[in-house]
């Protein structure tokens, strides 16, 4: 199975902070990777789709970006509405991996 | 628009059973696999495994083969996950989702297994 290695496991930033989470593959997925937000007692949420692809709905402030086998999460400016958890899903081989998410709190 | 209904919260003793539904709303049902995700606080997410909503097929995780059996009722744009012989650490919130690549995921049941 893939390995998806998320980092941090948690971290708090300040509104207006530039905000980065990884996750690294152990195997190639290409850019088959969808980022999720995830709210307290709620579904997770699509942001990023094929690795860069903004979802529907979802704010300018959002990107996803490839370093060979690093993908990555950033929120340029944070707000406090994107407290949240965050995961990675590979969907380039089943089975479908995640990572094992990011906490993500406001200071 | 798209919409995953899901059955409610399941309390169920060890060793029994329980089946969980996701009626699909809004698209073409046949058109799009269905998947499923459990998510626990220790494990996080995990992939179960897709059906193809218009054959039948499926392919699983080989964690849950055993574990969970999906089924579909195309009459009524259902789809079923039966999980069998229970124990403590099928609790968890399970989730269908849109597709074998799952993008629109219903609330999810919490399935709770304590004598």
Redesign the interface.
């Known amino acids: 199975d893939i390995q998806m290695t998320q980092s941090p496991s948690s971290m708090s930033a300040s509104l207006g902070d530039r905000v980065t989470i990884t996750c690294q593959a152990s195997q190639d997925i290409g850019n ?1 990777l ?1 980022w999720f937000q995830q709210k307290p007692g ?5 942001m990023i ?1 094929y690795a860069t692809n903004l979802a529907n709905g979802v704010p300018s402030r959002f990107s996803g970006s490839r370093s060979g086998s690093d993908y990555s999460l950033t929120i340029s400016s944070l707000e406090s509405e994107d407290m949240a958890d965050y ?1 990675c ?1 590979q ?1 380039k081989q ?8 990011t906490k993500l709190e406001i200071k | 628009q798209v919409q995953l209904q899901q059955s409610g919260a399941e309390l169920a003793k060890p060793g029994s059973s329980v089946k969980i539904s996701c009626k699909a709303s809004g698209y073409t049902f046949t058109s799009y696999y269905i ?1 499923w995700i459990k998510q626990t606080t220790g494990q ?4 179960i ?1 897709y059906i193809n909503t218009g054959s039948g097929g499926t ?1 699983y ?3 849950f083969k055993g574990k969970a059996t999906l089924t579909v009722d195309k009459s009524s744009s259902t789809a079923f996950m039966q999980l069998s012989s229970l124990t403590p650490d099928d609790s968890a919130v399970y ?1 269908c989702a849109r597709g074998n ?8 049941v919490m399935v709770t297994v304590s004598s």
Do not use: A, D, M, V
């Open positions: 088959n969808i709620k579904s997770p949420r699509p789709y995961h899903l969907y089943y089975p479908l991996t995640f990572g094992s998410g | 998947s996080g997410l995990e992939y495994g392919n995780n080989e964690k989730y690549n799952p993008y629109n995921w219903g609330q999810g």
